[in-house]
């Protein structure tokens, strides 16, 4: 038995999350497959699944990417549609990939990946270096806040594994991100076919000093990433049991989304202003002293005031912006272009509201960064900068400082779908 | 004092918000419950997420009329200590209407008719959102569903035109007569559930603990017997040590065999084993997209 599933270690693991980048052809279904298969998290009959549908398709070698297109149609068109979420343990650490097409028309794949994420994983072809979709695919990781970022420099064995050619992509890597909000930038050569600097150590490789992808995803550090400081607690139902045992109960049930609460805080419910003291953090399991991000627990006030569903609790001494006026950058995902003027439904922690679009201030091109400002078609897989005004105020921090209360949904009010992704500034 | 989750309080976390998104997003939501290890999961986490209060939702459980006697048995015991409110649907109904026929020969199987049962349910009870213990780890399709996922007025999924997901934010928005399907544990692996059972002492039914049983072999997978398994004349009844990995229908679920008897060797045996559960599910192996298609018209 392995060590990662003895119940003792295997309670004590955390998670990383992290989203897989990369263009067609350069290696991360393979890579992928690598750290799937050498996690063991590939089980026999999947594999043998997968050896069948290779033979159905044709060429000799099995194509691991069949593991991850699960769809029909994907697998006929041998292309990858949708966002598809994988998992792997190590003895240290939980994994959740999720793995997105590179096409360049699924910007909006690679943001709902990487909307979730800590770490990105960004596949460059060392043959080619930087090309337009590792800009693209950097500028979403950035967008996203995404603090970790691991450029693995693939198919080192197509160029004699090179120091050289190494050293010149990470230069021109080194350059291009440091225009970018990313705090944290890796670079690791790699043969994702020979699993050299995979899971081990690359023999051909003896210039590089560097940690392996695996140890890397196991070792980085991510329970900083987290907001710590801003107290933010969106309420999302109310608890009251009405029972004899449990007569005048009335808890707030919630996920934290940032800050640490602590029985005895003084805080503020957002939108009244009331102010009160936390009586009591309370779970299934017990109160407890503190609650923090991502915990989902219920607050207990001490005096009785009305709170529900779309409030915030916040502390006293440090509130986020309340408005209805809001600059963000926004990703389209929507056949039918943003409407200026348009009015939408917006999604925003627990808070519904409606919100009009006020301006489209520019278009982002992905590839160069460039604002466009005179382009305010936005169209599906667009990136763009625009204000709003909602119906009512929302509880805000800037998306950079907290994702949580940082991040707000568009939703069209007459299909119901999503159609737009925004990171407020 | 670290500030940082352990993977299988962050994944319990999570599944507790979305429990209780469902139940502030929905006017009328149900937990389908089918006395598996992934519903009764859900179901502990639902109580959980709503203490001191109660579940706010009934407990759906589509009954094939198929189902080992003590997955029945377990869920009673459960609805009874709990006073939780079951709904059951009944297979044996549509058949009975004319809504749907049995199949016929020896691999006959109720599981595709649930289709029908689950979403009349649906409809019968208006519900308009339905929480699952769905797994994207359990089967490729699967990998691509959403924690949300949208069904029309058909109970149809269509894995192309899906709503984005992004951070924890999610739209439960729908028009007359569309529902939802909602799956709590979607982030969870056979490990974590395996995991937190033992960790939170949950009882399951006896049937996922090694156990002699009179079983049958048939293209080399080992069959309970029982009153509505047709077996062929050479079909021999034996009785072997075994234990089932998941929990379905009768005549779709495999026993493997083996001498693991509680919670710490099942989780030995799941760590060493190189199949996936659904390797035990003949109902995935019709064909290489038999979920996805099942998935489309309407099954979970």
Redesign the interface.
């Known amino acids: 038995?392995?060590e990662?599933?003895s119940?003792a270690g295997?309670?004590?693991?955390?998670?990383l999350r992290f989203t897989t980048a990369g263009s067609v052809d350069d290696g991360k279904s393979t890579l992928i497959g690598r750290l799937l298969y050498d996690s063991k998290a590939i089980?026999?009959?999947?594999m043998e699944?997968v050896e069948?549908?290779s033979k159905k398709i044709g060429g000799g070698e099995v194509n691991l990417a069949l593991?991850?297109?699960?769809?029909?149609?994907e697998?006929e068109q041998g292309i990858t549609?949708?966002?598809?979420?994988?998992?792997f343990?190590t003895p240290k650490?939980?994994f959740?990939i999720a793995d997105t097409p590179g096409h360049i028309q699924y910007t909006?794949?690679m943001?709902?990946g990487a909307?979730?994420a800590n770490l990105a994983i960004i596949l460059v072809d060392a043959r080619h270096g930087l090309v337009e979709q590792t800009s693209r695919h950097s500028f979403i990781a950035s967008l996203l806040g995404i603090k970790h970022v691991v450029y693995c420099i693939n198919k080192m064995d197509l160029v004699d594994f090179s120091q050289e050619v190494f050293d010149k992509i990470k230069t021109q890597l080194d350059d291009f991100s440091s225009k970018l909000e990313i705090s944290d930038v890796r670079y690791i050569p790699m043969s994702a076919l020979l699993g050299d600097n995979v899971v081990d150590r690359s023999k051909n490789m003896d210039w590089y000093q560097g940690s392996t992808l695996l140890y890397t995803l196991e070792t980085v550090h991510?329970?900083s990433d987290?907001n710590?400081v801003d107290c933010r607690f969106p309420v999302?139902?109310v608890?009251?049991?009405q029972?004899a045992?449990?007569h005048d109960?009335r808890g707030y049930?919630?996920?934290v989304a940032g800050g640490?609460f602590k029985k005895g805080d003084e805080i503020a419910v957002l939108p009244s202003g009331f102010t009160s003291k936390i009586a009591k953090i309370d779970?299934?399991?017990g109160e407890i002293e503190?609650a923090?991000p991502?915990?989902?627990c219920t607050i207990l006030l001490e005096d009785d005031i009305d709170v529900s569903?779309g409030d915030m609790i916040v502390r006293v001494n440090n509130q986020p912006d309340v408005s209805q006026d809001h600059e963000m950058m926004i990703c389209w995902?929507s056949q039918r272009p943003i409407q200026l003027n348009g009015k939408y439904?917006i999604?925003?922690?627990?808070r519904d509201a409606r919100c009009i679009v006020k301006d489209i201030k520019y278009k982002v091109d992905i590839n160069s960064l460039h604002r466009l400002e005179d382009d305010k078609e936005i169209k599906m897989n667009d990136i763009a900068r625009i204000s709003i005004r909602t119906t009512v105020p929302l509880f805000t921090d800037r998306y950079q400082r907290n994702?949580?209360t940082g991040?707000?949904?568009l939703?069209d009010e007459s299909t119901?779908?999503?159609v737009g992704?925004g990171m407020i500034l | 004092?670290?500030?940082?989750?352990?993977?299988?309080?962050?994944?319990?976390?999570?599944a507790?918000?979305i429990i209780?998104?469902v139940?502030?997003q929905f006017e009328n939501p149900a937990l389908l419950f089918s006395g598996g290890k992934d519903s009764i999961v859900c179901y502990h986490l639902a109580?959980?997420?709503?203490?001191?209060?109660?579940v706010p939702f009934p407990l759906v459980h589509v009954d094939t009329g198929h189902n080992f006697p003590e997955t029945i048995e377990f869920r009673d015991e459960l609805v009874k200590k709990d006073g939780a409110e079951l709904i059951v649907g009944l297979v044996q109904d549509s058949i009975d209407q004319g809504k749907v026929s049995e199949e016929k020969g020896f691999n006959a199987s109720r599981n595709g008719l649930q289709t029908v049962t689950l979403l009349e349910t649906i409809e019968n009870n208006k519900f308009d959102a339905c929480m699952g213990g769905a797994r994207?780890?359990e089967?490729?399709?699967?990998?691509?569903e959403r924690f949300f996922s949208h069904r029309d007025e058909f109970g149809q999924w269509d894995?192309?035109n899906?709503?984005?997901?992004?951070?924890?934010?999610f739209?439960g928005?729908?028009?007359m007569g569309e529902n939802f399907r909602i799956f709590p544990i979607?982030?969870w692996?056979e490990?974590?559930v395996w995991?937190y059972i033992?960790?939170e002492n949950i009882d399951l039914p006896m049937l996922y603990f090694s156990h002699e049983r009179e079983v049958f072999m048939r293209d080399g997978v080992i069959y309970s017997d029982g009153e509505f398994m047709n077996k062929r004349p050479e079909e021999k009844i034996e009785k072997r040590v075994v234990r089932f990995r998941t929990i379905g229908d009768m005549t779709c679920t495999g026993a493997v065999e083996s001498p693991a008897d509680d919670l710490?060797k099942i989780?030995?045996e799941?760590?060493?084993?190189?199949?996936?559960e659904r390797?035990t599910r003949s109902d995935d192996k019709r064909s290489?997209?038999a979920m996805?298609d099942r998935k489309k018209q309407g099954y979970f």
């Open positions: 038995m392995s990662s599933n119940t295997y309670l004590d693991m955390e998670l089980f026999q009959d999947q699944a069948k549908a593991l991850t297109d699960g769809l029909r149609s697998r549609i949708d966002v598809a979420y994988r998992y343990a650490r939980k959740i909006r794949n943001v709902t909307s979730t991510i329970a987290a710590h999302q139902t608890i009251r049991p029972t045992e449990y109960y049930a919630g996920r640490i779970t299934y399991d503190e923090f991502p915990m989902s569903r995902m439904t999604k925003h922690t627990s994702r949580n991040s707000i949904i939703i119901n779908e999503t992704a | 004092m670290k500030y940082n989750l352990t993977h299988l309080k962050e994944l319990e976390s999570e507790i918000f209780r998104e139940a502030a109580k959980k997420a709503f203490w001191p209060g109660k994207r780890d089967e490729k399709a699967r990998a691509k894995p192309k899906q709503r984005p997901e992004l951070w924890n934010i739209n928005m729908k028009n979607s982030n692996t490990m974590d995991q033992l960790a710490t989780i030995e799941v760590a060493a084993t190189r199949t996936t390797g290489e997209a996805e």
